[in-house]
T-cell receptor, first 111, second 115 residues
Framework: DAKTTQPNSMESNEEEPVHLPCNHS???????IHWYRQLPSQGPEYVIH???SNVNNRMASLAIAEDRKSSTLILHRATLRDAAVYYC????????????FGKGMKLTVNP | DAGVTQSPTHLIKTRGQQVTLRCSPK?????VSWYQQALGQGPQFIFQ???????QRGNFPDRFSGHQFPNYSSELNVNALLLGDSALYLC??????????????FGPGTRLTVL
């Protein structure tokens, strides 16, 4: 299983943008990049995913490096509700691929 | 539309006992995966069920078994409980045939404590 590397933790201030990095130097050409987050006392929650092009949705943006060996999850205006553990995950093609989670990165949002 | 539901919320067992955890997938989903999350760690994949069959399995011993019913709900059974089985057990569902990069929807989990 392809692995990802994330910082253990990051801090941000409320209403400021946050850039969460992820390295995945061994990514294969068919691996998708997924981001999930887990709020305290909850199950993981899907945030965004992409393959090659940058992606935007109502929650966040995903910027993918041209060589695909790294990506950045962008929260445009952090809120207190965004405080969570963020997981960057790679998965291959095919339906219902299992998700291989690392330890993730804890984001603290200061008021 | 109800999301993924799991029961019970919390459970306390003693070593050597057996436990059954239950999961109802999100409406329209027919694939169920189970994950174990130890304190401070990311979730670890246990197995996945589709069409009432175990389709994929992670690195877990045979003490962990499961079942999927015709209505797509699922059970996770753990026999001969060990202290190390104490964890949050998460169920995730996804629709088969969605194509690449299926999004998985997680339930709130069952917190199992083994004494």
């Amino acid at each position: 299983d392809a692995k990802t590397t994330q910082p253990n933790s990051m801090e941000s201030n409320e209403e400021e943008p946050v850039h969460l990095p992820c390295n995945h130097s061994t990514i294969s050409g068919t691996d998708y990049i997924h981001w999930y987050r887990q709020l305290p006392s909850q199950g993981p929650e899907y945030v965004i995913h992409g393959l090659t092009s940058n992606v935007n949705n109502r929650m966040a943006s995903l910027a993918i490096a041209e060589d695909r060996k790294s990506s950045t999850l962008i929260l445009h205006r952090a809120t207190l509700r965004d405080a969570a553990v963020y997981y960057c995950i790679l998965s291959g093609q095919g339906g219902s691929e299992k998700l291989v989670f690392g330890k993730g990165m804890k984001l603290t949002v200061n008021p | 539309d109800a999301g993924v539901t799991q029961s019970p919320t919390h459970l306390i067992k003693t070593r050597g006992q057996q436990v059954t955890l239950r999961c109802s997938p999100k409406s329209g989903h027919d694939t169920v995966s189970w994950y174990q999350q130890a304190l401070g760690q990311g979730p670890q994949f246990i197995f996945q069920y589709y069409e009432e069959e175990e389709r994929q399995r992670g690195n877990f011993p045979d003490r962990f078994s499961g079942h999927q019913f015709p209505n797509y709900s699922s059970e996770l059974n753990v026999n001969a409980l060990l202290l190390g089985d104490s964890a949050l057990y998460l169920c995730a569902s996804s629709p088969e045939g969605q194509g690449f990069a299926d999004t998985q929807y997680f339930g709130p989990g069952t917190r199992l404590t083994v004494l």
